[in-house]
């Protein structure tokens, strides 16, 4: 049973950072994706950043590219968002999630099949 948790989040004003930390466990090798997606009130979910693990390449979508950064700790199963630089508009739910059918790292929103339950960043101006 694969199980995704999320945490960090929080509210901060903006320019400040803030850290996401993602855990997922029951998976048994290291061919699957792991993506954070983030949904705003009344918008659309957007994927933001990922990671296929097997290669470990990375995705980043142009509203965060050089602004956010993804890293592993503790080996592979720990992932981390680290938001610098945050605006108004990074305002939203963050999810992590895992897609192990993935096969690079800008995978479907589709094709996470495996979800946390979510952590709220807030950026005020």
């Known amino acids: 049973q694969v199980q995704v948790v999320e945490s960090g989040g929080g509210s901060v004003q903006a320019g400040g950072s803030l850290r996401l930390s993602c855990v997922v466990s029951g998976y048994p090798n290291n061919d699957y994706c792991v993506g954070w997606i983030r949904q705003a009130p009344g918008k659309e979910r957007e994927r933001i950043a990922a990671?296929?693990?097997?290669?470990?390449?990375?995705y980043y979508a142009d509203s965060v590219q050089g602004r956010f950064t993804l890293s592993e700790e503790n080996g592979k199963n720990t992932l981390s968002l680290q938001m610098n630089s945050l605006k108004p508009e990074d305002t939203a739910m963050y999810y992590c999630a895992a897609a192990v059918t993935c096969l690079r790292a800008n995978a479907d929103l589709w094709e996470y099949s495996y979800w946390g339950q979510g952590t709220q960043v807030t950026v005020s101006s």
């Open positions: 990671i296929y693990l097997r290669d470990g390449s990375t």
